[in-house]
């Protein structure tokens, strides 16, 4: 699976305008809720997304990739309206709108949500089909409906005998293609796939993957693809963008971003990823952990676990640079491009590009 | 619903839902045991009063307090009338009165549980400070203090014991509604435009139902006994009503001389509050290990 590049389709000229974007959206959730600490003024609170900008059309890819804890699935539930951002704002083609009780039910029919736990995201009373149905207008007769479920289930490679199945009864494979179907049934143009093939054995993610891929050429959808496994977004996403501590610290076209990454986290992650070639060094993890949300480091928040750090990276939050076709937060990105930085730990800061595809 | 029909349509078919209460009910030889002597009583309930001879108010002086015979089973009272006529005549205003007061709780109870749960906020807060000031007395006592109020008639102990009971149920509601509410397959719905009102009636109460209707069998045991300790305690039904608490009250002068006026409603009583709980543990248990901690902690 990870064999096969993503295609860069994501620069050519049909591009759209963007179906949602994000624009410096901030979502903070409160951690100490005591009366006493509110009394005292003292609520603490942890940042799960700060400033993150993104934009996602349709028939694109983008993935958003991280450690746990990064923020992806806050983003994500910043696009379908699952949350309010605290800062920012979120556009739906190009309107600016807020949580999905103030949505209108056009904008609510955008996007389509894949859930990260797709069996709970089903009423285990339902029967898979009548979950789909929920997702129709009210204009449908009923035989169109049962004919529209049978097709939705045909598109996903499902026999429409699946509709009259209860979500306990569906293997991790077909409940997680009964998800997909659900989210395309009121023809969304943008779908949310968070973590979608993350707990299926690896065949099953391969055809899965597949089938995202030819429901986005059908139908044109665009994707806003959540994944911790950087070879499952590499094989889907047109653009990428790496998270860190709630910041999108480099965005670019996906090839680009994994071909020559221009920040030192982008770096990490990749080297973390166990390569298919047996002679190429062992897969280093990242040291450290990821910074506490509620107590967020100075300056760069990856700085003390980067082996680039120095003064500047503890006093300074660096803003977006451009290096080649990609967008880094990082001071010292062009250097890190060119393989002229040298970490500050002593040892020769030689890169080591990603082998896993050649 | 057709199996036909089942495949076509987009709902859920019905068979489905009642095997899986069916399974539910013979899982134990306990289960199926409680679940006998409810049926039994429901027949005896329902065929009993037609089958027997006697009219359980008629009295027969010459024939009184006679030990059990051939015609009469379960001998006679203080004024001659038939005991097995009479508790069959009072398993029938009994099981009425139970499922009567029962209904009652359950209706009220699960509609401040759903408010309190999905609405959430003061109004939880508020509710729920109220369920907890009923849940703090013990039931039975306040039962009979809004009994002894109201003065002693059969509808006021229903209404005493119906009072009493809903508060449990608010309880339950309401933490299954808080659990189920967070799920995904909510979110779901929301996120597709559906109104509140569509997720409370077709996703919230269909799966909090099950452990509701669990509590209110084993209930129905409980208001048994309310209605029998309420009216031997002279608050409930007064002679002559072939009531169960009743006749165990008026036979107790005759203890020494006539066992069978105490022992046969008291057998009874025993064994009907059996078998609801029986078969309320059994439902408990099969329809799922998780939800018998919620009802554990009633």
Known sequence: MRASPANDGGNDETRHAPVAELRNVEKEFETSRSVLDRLLGDARSAKAVCGASLSISRGETVGVVGESGCGKSTLAKLVTGELTPDGGSVLLDGDSVGGYPTRTGGQLRRIGVVFQNVRESFDSRWSVGRSIAESFGHEQQPDERVDRIDDLLEQVNLDPQVGSRYPSELSGGQIQRAGIARALAHDPELVVLDEPVSGLDVATQATILDLLAELQRRHEIGYLFISHDLGVVRYLADRLAVMYAGEIVERGPARDVFERPSHPYTEALLRAVPSDDPTDPPPEPLPGSPPDPSNRPTGCPFHPRCPHADGQCERQHPEFKRVRTTQSRCHYADELADGTRTNNHGTDGERRPHRSDS | ?298
């Open chain 2, 1 to 298: 619903m057709s199996e036909d029909a089942a495949n076509s349509a987009p709902h859920r078919p019905v068979g489905a839902r009642w095997r899986r209460w069916y399974e539910a009910l013979t899982t134990t030889r306990l289960t199926k045991l409680g679940a006998g002597l409810v049926c039994a009583l429901f027949a005896l309930a329902v065929f009993g009063p037609a089958v027997s001879p006697y009219d359980p108010a008629a009295q027969a002086l010459a024939h009184r307090l006679e030990a059990p015979s051939l015609a009469h089973p379960l001998g006679t009272d203080q004024l001659g009338r038939d005991v097995l006529t009479r508790l069959l005549h009072g398993a029938r205003l009994s099981l009425g009165i139970a499922i009567a007061v029962t209904a009652v709780r359950l209706s009220l109870g699960t509609a401040v549980g759903l408010v309190a749960g999905y609405v959430g906020g003061w109004v939880d807060e508020a509710l729920m400070r109220l369920v907890d000031t009923l849940l703090a007395f013990p039931g039975i006592v306040l039962a009979l203090v809004i009994a002894g109020i109201l003065g002693p008639s059969l509808t006021n102990v229903m209404v005493a014991l119906a009072v009493v009971g809903w508060a449990s149920y608010a309880r339950l509601v309401r933490s299954s509604v808080l659990s189920v509410r967070e799920r995904e397959f909510v979110t779901a719905s929301r996120l597709l435009g559906r109104s509140r009102a569509h997720v409370l009636g077709r996703h919230l109460i269909p799966n909090v139902v099950a452990p509701v209707v669990v509590l209110a069998t084993l209930d129905v045991g409980g208001v048994i006994l309310g209605t029998a300790g309420l009216s031997f305690l002279g608050l409930g039904a007064q002679p002559p009503t072939p009531e169960w608490g009743t006749m165990l009250a008026s036979g107790r002068n005759y203890l020494r001389t006539a066992w069978w006026l105490v022992n046969a409603p008291g057998v009874l009583i025993m064994l009907t509050v059996f078998g609801f709980n029986l078969l309320g543990d059994g439902l408990r248990d099969a329809l799922s290990p998780t939800q018998s901690a919620h009802i554990e902690q009633l």
